[in-house]
């Protein structure tokens, strides 16, 4: 791995403190010459046993004028260990040196607790400029109604731009929007003019519409309102958009300036320029709407964009000597993909087999999709080719029987044709749900063919014939090759809990996992109760993925006991855990077992553990949470925890 350090010293140290526990030489190697050391110390001490000695030793460093990189790292443990760093922090908040006044205050923020608020107000009267600052700062982190009151009034606290500006950025963080009258005066400053157009487009007021309109008509603001209209990923409302598009009727460059804001790389500025291309009808731009996109953090907006631009972007997508799609990025193929399938249309056809043709597997699933939905008979001959092509013949199987929807006898004819020479799996597939009971001779010699994938086929599609089902699925279960098993188990559910028994049976003794997997899925589907005491057995078994499939199968049909409940909660695997944590949570002995894995090392089995508790906790847990949320270290498990103490205490 070629980033890791040349140095064998280096190395030699990196070991040294992955392998240690000792908070002193944690501590001694913050100070490290090597950002990874001290990056592997600051987080081994972020899940360290916190203790007062632990909290000191960190503020100790973080006095080290000079040690740069040892304060960072400190500070990081520091912005890890939950409530029980907040008290010592707000301690620094009244250091002599303003220094570390200002990183107590990055720090509280870091931490995100509301209980720092209240310091942090108190630090806006700071003397030295950069406390003032990084408290603003941190309050956008903290939360809060006091926190919010105190932003508010710093708007209109005098010449302190600096001040002002970090407000304006606390706010827009909280997604707390000031009164207008604290705003507009801010809008005529250059240096407070950015953020506050940002917070004017998250006011919900007629008002601030007015203004956003008024901005769009003059070059000097455009910019500015574009801003404010990046403050909403959802659509807006259609009086909005009809008075956005009269804004920009008469603006010349219109179709430029907004191919520019697409490809900007600030986020709001895109979200605005989606706002203004579905407002004004700009089918042209919809490759640009597509890429917009860029990382996935607008998809859902710019499909929206482009659903509403309708056939004429999809032309502009689609069509053409080199169209446009091929050109695209993986995300904005993405997102112009869907818009074509959920539009897809007649016209289409023609392009659609191009781009099947054109041998992109990813593009190929996608002409399969939108052929399946457009509605033409035309789309019945390029399906049939795409089920001899190994990368789409799934999509193409599913896509026939979509169209078969529309055009049920002229899909069977052409069917009939293709099944008469050699089977494939999903012309198998696509055969049995559009032929019905007529499948059957297929069916049966699917079971037959030397390829297990096209028998496997044959297992699944037994249910297609009812009334022969039985007898197939009897073939099915017996074939050596695991896969026609694992049809055969995906489909005897079908059979219901009685007839489908003898079969069902014989597959909760398969030799394979992923067999008895399906097996316990498929005695869960008909409400196989006899099966109880198999599936009992089968939790005990080595591969999790069965016993994840039997848990979920006994707590359906009711028939886990506490006993084999908490077995089960104490199961090595986290994933096994967390299954019986969160179907569990009405029994005493899963919660008991929650109260345990309250202290898993995985945060997503300890947030587990806490939605079990808010679920059928009582009262009693609440001093284990009320723990376990001062020592959380993960946003996402405190988060739950915090959701689990409400939840209590409300009872």
Known sequence: MTWLDSDPAVETRYRTVSETTDLAALIEALFDESWRVRRLAADKLSVATTSDTLVQALLEVLSRRGQTGARNAAATALAHLGLVGVKPLIGLLGHTDPDQRKFAADILGELGR???????????RDDDPNVRVASAEALGKTGGPDARRALEALLAAGPDVLIQVSALEALTALNAPPPLPLLVPLLHNPLTRRSAWRLIGRVRHRSAWVLMVR?????????????????????????????LSVALSGVEDASAWLTKCLASEDLERRVGALHLVRAVRLPELSSRVAEAAEGGALAELSLSVLLSLGTPALVALLEGPSP???QMSREGRSVASEAIVENSSPRFVGALTALLDAGEDELGEVAVRALGRCESIAAIAPLLRALDDDAVSAAAS????????????EVKQSLSAKVLGPLRPHLVRA????????????????LHDEAEAVRAAGAQMAMVVASEASTLLGMAVVDESARVRRGAARAVAGLGPTTGRPLLERLLDDREPSVLALAAGAAMECGAAWATPRLIELTTHADSGVVLASVQALMV???????????????????VVKQVLQEGASSTAVLAQAVKALNDPRWDVRGAAAEALAVGGGVEHLAALE?????????????????????LKAR
Do not use: C
Not at 398 to 409: C, E, G, I, K, Y
Not at 557 to 575: C, K, M
């Open 398 to 409: 599913r896509a026939l029987t979509h169209l078969a929807q529309t055009f049920p006898a």
């Open 215 to 243: 901005a769009l008509r003059s070059k000097s603001t455009r910019d500015a309102a574009l801003l404010a209209l990046g403050g909403s990923t959802t659509p807006l409302a259609s009086d909005v958009e009809n008075e």
């Open 324 to 326: 446009a799609l091929l």
């Open 114 to 124: 509301v209980e720092a608020s209240s310091a942090l107000i108190a630090a806006l």
């Open 557 to 575: 049909l009711g028939g886990a006991d506490d006993a084999t409940l908490a077995r089960i909660a104490a199961h090595p695997d986290g994933e």
């Open 627 to 647: 723990i376990a949320s001062e020592r959380e270290t993960d946003a996402l498990a405190h988060e739950a925890i915090s959701r689990a103490l409400a939840a």
């Open 431 to 446: 055969w049995a749900n559009v032929a019905g009971l007529e499948a059957l001779p297929v069916v049966r010699r699917a």
